[in-house]
Nanobody, 121 residues
Framework: QVQLVESGGGLVQPGGSLRLSCAAS????????MAWYRQAPGKERELVGT???????NYADSVKGRFTISRDNAKNTIYLQMNALKPGDTAVYYC???????????????WGQGTQVTVSS
């Protein structure tokens, strides 16, 4: 059983910052690319950014220059540092990992349960 657990969400004022964490646990052989997604009310889930196993990152245009994804492979954890937050960033943020559970398994996607981020004055 593999779990991704997000934490760090909450209520923040416009212009503020939050740092989300996502920790992977369980039977894990290797983790490849990890990612953050978000889903606002009434909208489809969208990609926020990705980070490869060696730390290469890509971001959605809407968050470039404001959000930073980092990774600690020793802890099987990724982070999302969000600065200059806007009301439009309000959403449930989900962690995703492409991982192998054993040497004989193929890579498969696993999702966390999500954490709410609300940007409001």
């Amino acid at each position: 059983q593999v779990q991704l657990v997000e934490s760090g969400g909450g209520l923040v004022q416009p212009g503020g910052s939050l740092r989300l964490s996502c920790a992977a646990s369980g039977s894990i052989f290797r983790i490849g690319t990890m990612a953050w997604y978000r889903q606002a009310p009434g909208k489809e889930r969208e990609l926020v950014g990705t980070i490869s196993s060696i730390g290469s990152t890509n971001y959605a245009d809407s968050v470039k220059g404001r959000f930073t994804i980092s990774r600690d492979n020793a802890k099987n954890t990724i982070y999302l540092q969000m600065n200059a937050l806007k009301p439009g960033d309000t959403a449930v943020y989900y962690c995703n990992a492409n991982l192998r559970k054993s040497l004989t398994d193929n890579y498969s996607n696993t999702w966390g349960q999500g954490t709410q981020v609300t940007v409001s004055s």
